[in-house]
């Protein structure tokens, strides 16, 4: 899983742990491990997504 950081044009910011976040449509959505959607996020509110980093698989 990785995390994105969402900031939005509002100034706030939100940090996403999902396996993949994709545009679809006029949103991002946040995908996880299993395939189910994890977020909706409307573009127009979006100023940048920046992926920070892959999480570390631990068993």
């Known amino acids: 899983m990785a995390r994105y950081l969402i900031s939005?044009?509002?100034g706030?910011?939100?940090t996403i742990?999902?396996?993949n976040l994709e545009p679809s449509g006029g949103q991002y959505v946040a995908w996880v491990g299993d395939g189910?959607?994890?977020a909706y996020i409307p573009m127009g509110n979006v100023r940048?997504?920046?992926r920070l980093?892959?999480?570390e698989a631990t068993d």
């Open 53 to 55: 980093r892959d999480e």
């Open 36 to 38: 189910s959607a994890a």
């Open 12 to 14: 706030e910011t939100e």
């Open 17 to 19: 742990t999902a396996a």
């Open 8 to 10: 939005y044009l509002d």
């Open 48 to 50: 940048s997504v920046v």
